[in-house]
């Protein structure tokens, strides 16, 4: 794999890390609307509905914790072994077809043996309907593409 996609995987990691951290230093925070940037006449309605407001913003925390541990880090800390020892996945692959989500380029390749696979790629330079030879982390699903 390249550095490009393995300082990208690790650099994802940390600031999921951090914005967990972050994330649940807030949650158990026993007065959440203090902690708000706005003004006072803002916080005083806040106030009147204080209990409604916290529990609402705790459902919002908690929602986004368990959706970046389900969808991020858990997968990340899997494949970490994989990014610093160097045993990535290798694949004969042809690519089938890709999208752009946002910024994210997602290819979907089948390999020689029938497998499907879907990654997120850095690289824009490949072309449908050929073989590459494919480095990629199965959990956190970045990949690279060598051409042969």
């Not at 899997?78 to 994989?82: F, M, S, V």
């Not at 959990?139 to 970045?142: A, D, G, P, S, W």
């Given at each position: 794999m390249?550095?490009?996609t393995l300082t990208y995987a690790i650099f994802v990691f940390l600031i999921s890390v951090?914005?967990?951290i972050l994330a649940l230093k807030t949650?158990?925070?026993k007065i959440l609307i203090k902690s708000l940037n706005t003004s006072e006449c803002k916080k005083n309605k806040l106030y009147q509905h204080k209990k409604m407001v916290t529990t609402i913003l705790r459902i919002i925390?908690?929602?986004y914790i368990i959706v970046v541990l389900v969808f991020i880090l858990i997968p990340s800390i899997?494949?970490?072994?994989?990014i610093f020892t160097g045993n990535y996945e290798i694949s004969m692959c042809t690519i089938q077809d890709s999208y752009e989500?946002?910024?994210d380029l997602w290819v979907h390749l089948i390999t020689d043996k029938g497998k499907n696979i879907n990654l997120?790629?850095?690289d824009r330079s490949y072309e449908q309907d050929k073989q590459y030879l494919v480095y990629y982390l199965p959990?956190?699903?970045?990949g690279t593409l060598v051409p042969i």
């Open positions: 390249d550095k490009v951090f914005s967990v949650l158990f925070k925390l908690a929602t899997i494949d970490l072994p994989r989500y946002k910024t997120m790629v850095l959990h956190i699903k970045y």
